[in-house]
């Protein structure tokens, strides 16, 4: 991996860094999908670039053998309101697919490939193996006109998703974390909770040759995601708690959801970008 872990532009998760390669990635869209899709060469990362102080817009993305257009959000936190961003993230890779955009306005139809909205989750909270997320669930009215759905996996090991037996990179993937999780639950400090992980993994031919060459990288990347995680919640707590801020950081999180640029939120709130992007 190259200087991109712990940049203010562009960051990546481990699931990110490790589902970049295509083997792995077509291997899960290909038990996503129920295909069995073998040429690398038919599958197309088409993730979109980062923005500020934040890792990629979306987690993953690819078209494969021109048929489907697959997006797969990785979360910790089971959130009603993903259809609505996975809306904005298809908008844009749908319009990146049309390289001559006066196209869009000519009497022939322009054919895409099929969307799949997909989010894995692996956070701390109970969720069912398999949940159908809708954005019309969004609407007061009949949305009918306006539809987007997504389907979210419970991938955490040991819950008996079916997933994990289809696509052995994303079992492994799961062993990690668990591993991760285990030896923090377990007293261990973030630091050799994930060390151990690590040396588990590798012993035991989970992740190996990834881990192997990239041990440096997974560390500091899984320490950031830690890090990030339990500071954004402190930093809310903390907001919540106290009177004129409470007011602040409830108007800054609003502008979030409302996807108002970070820096307008700063000029109008006085807060910094950076705490501004714990309140998401």
């Not at 998760?13 to 295909?35: E, M, P």
């Not at 909205?117 to 398999?130: H, Q, R, S, T």
């Not at 707590?237 to 409830?250: L, N, R, W």
Request: charge should be neutral; aromatic fraction near 10%.
């Amino acid at each position: 991996m190259t200087g991109e872990t712990g940049s203010k532009q562009y960051r990546d998760s481990v699931f990110c860094h490790y589902f970049k390669d295509k083997k792995r990635l077509l291997s899960l869209c290909n038990a996503i999908l129920n295909t069995n899709y073998t040429d690398t060469n038919e599958l197309t990362i088409t993730t979109l670039p980062g923005t500020f102080f934040k890792k990629q817009k979306n987690d993953i993305s690819c078209t494969i053998g021109g048929k489907s257009l697959v997006l797969v959000e990785h979360q910790t936190i089971l959130s009603e309101n993903l259809p609505f961003r996975c809306l904005s993230y298809v908008t844009e890779l749908l319009n990146n697919l049309v390289e001559n955009k006066r196209k869009l306005y000519q009497p022939k139809l322009i054919k895409f490939p099929t969307p799949e909205f997909i989010v894995l989750y692996n956070g701390d909270e109970y969720a069912p193996l398999k949940k159908e997320m809708k954005l019309s669930d969004a609407f007061d009215g009949d949305a009918h006109s306006l539809e987007l759905k997504l389907t979210a996996y419970n991938i955490n090991y040991g819950v008996g998703q079916d997933l994990l037996t289809k696509c052995g990179y994303l079992k492994n993937y799961s062993v990690f974390v668990d591993k991760v999780k285990y030896g923090a639950r377990g007293g261990l400090s973030l630091d050799d909770a994930i060390k151990n992980a690590v040396k588990y993994c590798i012993e035991n031919n989970v992740m190996k040759e990834y881990l192997k060459e990239n041990a440096k990288e997974v560390f500091t990347m899984a320490m950031l995601e830690y890090d990030e995680n339990e500071a954004r919640e402190a930093w809310k707590e903390y907001y919540m708690e106290e009177g004129m801020e409470k007011g602040i950081a409830s108007t800054a999180a609003n502008m979030l959801k409302e996807n108002i640029p970070i820096e307008i939120i700063a000029r109008v709130t006085n807060l910094p970008m950076d705490k501004i992007m714990l309140l998401r």
